[in-house]
């Protein structure tokens, strides 16, 4: 549940319980998670419905959604989704079925809204190496993930190490600690890994080299295509 959301259902801050756990946005930058919260949930259709209690995630960033169901919910549920029809049906406690639709204006709006959104982009150039016209791609990102909130460089036996100025001196000397006893345990560079078989760590694109890479034309759509 995005906190947007959790602000305008009028929800007290208070039953939330700390989330010890990581959460990540869709471009890969972490996401501040506020707490986590069990809610009863209906879903309804005319005279029918059907209440279960699903545990929300609170989270704060900018999104054109209100709530993302996860999978363990849906199965709570015993729902059948159609992507093709924009419809969910499930089954009351009293047998009927319950048809959820949804609202194609709505939807459309959303994913509008969510393209307007500033977004890391991912561009992807191939460069011929030498006389051979070997390629390599070159992946460049416009926004890159940053830590939250002001870190604090700690320096171990002369490596480097960054902590959030939000952690508490008690933790942040535990943390140093357990880093000092098992500082060979970290790979701090590149160097530090010489018994790993480099075809562990390196990505190869089977590519033909004697193939000189193209750029693939760019399509014109019509007017009725680029508006859907």
Known sequence: MFWVTFNKLQLSP????????????????????????ELRTTFSYGTSFRTINIRYLAFNVVSAYNILLSRPSLNMLD???????????????????????????????CYENSLKNNRGVCVVAAQAQGPDETTRAEVASERRPEPIGEVQEKDIKGKKLKLGSSLGQKMQDQIVEVIARHL?????????????????????????????????????????????
């Open 14 to 37: 208070d039953p939330l319980r700390p989330y010890d756990g990581c959460l990540f946005g869709f471009v890969g930058d972490q996401v501040e998670v506020r707490g986590h919260v």
């Open 184 to 228: 060979n345990t970290f790979a701090w560079t590149a160097s530090d890994m010489p018994d790993i078989d480099p075809d562990f760590l390196c990505h190869k694109l089977t590519m033909d080299e004697k193939v000189r890479p193209i750029i693939q034309r760019r399509r014109k759509f019509n007017e009725e295509t680029r508006k859907f």
């Open 79 to 109: 729902d059948v989704a159609s992507k093709r029809h924009m419809k969910m049906k499930l089954s009351s406690l009293e047998g009927r079925v319950i048809v959820i639709n949804s609202d194609q204006k709505a939807t459309r709006k």
